[in-house]
T-cell receptor, first 115, second 112 residues
């Protein structure tokens, strides 16, 4: 139980293009989903928190117009990196938590490379 | 601001020994603390959660302790195996939110 998937697992794009990453909770309803970014040899940094049907809450320093988050259902959240630049290259990981709220279950991550 | 430190960037131990990883935090009083395992290029996998009113929790070969006075958690893997080699992350909750703050992790290498 508590399986979270992400798609795609890796993506390479040209600078200036937009990339969409999907996060799905496969066997439970996720009231809250989180998006993290992880640079090499660093820990996970929370980017934003989203609740189904509500606008996402972004952490300080994260541009909401650049990282668009949509949480349209209890099993799907999407992160769109708009006008991507090489400095956006990173490992993006989503997590989901159910009604209990304590434990976050993580997706396998998406490796984004912007050329 | 909250700060989380994991004792070392890397820890090398011999198979069969007990691995002990440390997580220290400052300027904070979490309601609970979690430990995750992360393999290269993969997302973290939840291992154990321990609450502020719990001293110790066990799961198979894993044991976690939580000392809110010392502001420290210890994570033990007994009878370690090469398959235990991974990065282990501790994470604290932010009270009254669902957010977690992660430590930088300790990379454990168990050699035969």
């Amino acid at each position: 139980g508590a399986v979270v998937s992400q798609h795609p697992s890796r993506v390479i794009c040209k600078s200036g293009t937009s990339v969409k990453i999907e996060c799905r909770s496969l066997d439970f309803q996720a009231t809250t989903m989180f998006w993290y970014r992880q640079f090499p040899k660093q820990s996970l940094m929370l980017m934003a928190t989203s609740n189904e049907g509500s606008k996402a809450t972004y952490e300080q320093g994260v541009e909401k117009d650049k990282f668009l988050i949509n949480h349209a259902s209890l099993t799907l959240s999407t992160l769109t990196v708009t006008s991507a630049h090489p400095e956006d290259s990173s490992f993006y990981i989503c997590s989901a938590s159910g009604l209990a709220g304590d434990t976050q279950y993580f997706g396998p991550g998406t490796r984004l490379t912007v050329l | 601001s909250q700060k989380i430190e994991q004792n070392s960037e890397a820890l090398n131990i011999q198979e069969g020994k007990t691995a002990t990883l440390t997580c220290n935090y400052t300027n904070y009083s979490p309601a609970y603390l979690q430990w995750y395992r992360q393999d290269p290029g993969r997302g973290p996998v939840f291992l154990l959660l321990i609450r502020e009113n719990e001293k110790e929790k066990r799961k198979e070969r894993l044991k976690v302790t939580f000392d809110t006075t010392l502001k420290q958690s210890l994570f033990h893997i007994t009878a370690s195996q090469p398959a235990d080699s991974a990065t282990y992350l501790c994470a604290l909750d932010m009270r009254n939110t669902d957010k977690l703050i992660f430590g930088t992790g300790t990379r454990l290498q168990v050699f035969p």
